[in-house]
């Protein structure tokens, strides 16, 4: 069974500063994917990243970095300098390899960047 | 750029009627899914299509919920004799195949209130 955890519930901070949103995931497969979606307060679910679990480099998009390491189980998500329109529920999930797979997604954390 | 479409964006039905929510994949893709997120929780799977039967579903998935591709653009989720646990955002997505064809990318959602 596949499962995702994202120990932090809530997170608060202040415009600009720097902020990571950890995410652990269990899976039994030598291969999967691992994403990233982002969920406003208008409710929809936006698409951010997806990395394959060969491929352990770390990927810089703008502000958004994410750092995948497969010896922890780890694919924790950074925004450097925060802005107010950072402020969303940020989802981490996880599927099998194969084309039309199911996600798992973790509990997700509350972002609210003050200003 | 494309994207998934759902409707309606809000439903309000009693208890014990039947509800259809619609959805138009993204024309290319061929996996198509519902999700659901009941209010201040997790995105959970409920079912995946894929060349005209299900390929996939979960525990909630019961014979309460049906699929349909009724033409060649559009996917719809019902729900019978619905009861008031299943008010939730009910989310449409849509996959390719291929390499790809794990990125799942998401309406905007249908809102569901049973009352």
């Known amino acids: 069974a596949q499962k995702v955890t994202q120990a932090q519930t809530e997170i608060s901070v202040v415009e600009k500063e720097d902020v990571t949103l950890d995410c652990v995931y269990e899976t039994r497969d030598t291969t999967y994917y691992l994403f990233w979606y982002k969920q406003p307060p208008s409710g929809e679910l936006v698409f951010l990243i997806r990395?394959?679990?060969?491929?352990?480099q770390n990927e810089i998009s703008g502000r958004y970095s994410w750092n995948f390491q497969k010896s922890t189980s780890s694919f924790n998500f950074t925004i450097t300098a925060s802005q107010v329109v950072d402020s969303a529920v940020y989802f981490c999930a996880l599927s099998r390899e194969t084309s039309g797979s199911r996600l798992t997604f973790g509990e997700g954390t509350q972002l609210t960047v003050n200003p | 750029e494309p994207e998934v479409t759902q409707t309606p964006s809000h439903q309000v039905t009693q208890m014990g009627q039947e509800v259809i929510l619609r959805c138009v994949p993204i024309s290319n893709h061929l996996y198509f899914y519902w999700y659901r997120q009941i209010l201040g929780q997790k995105v959970e799977f409920l079912v995946s299509f894929y060349n005209n039967e299900i390929s996939e579903k979960s525990e909630i998935f019961d014979d309460q919920f049906s699929v349909e591709r009724p033409d060649g653009s559009n996917f719809t989720l019902k729900i019978r004799s619905t009861k008031l646990e299943d008010s939730a955002m009910y989310f449409c997505a849509s996959s390719e195949r291929g390499a790809s064809g794990n990125t799942i990318y998401f309406g905007e959602g249908s809102w569901l209130t049973v009352v």
């Open positions: 990395r394959n679990s060969f491929d352990e």
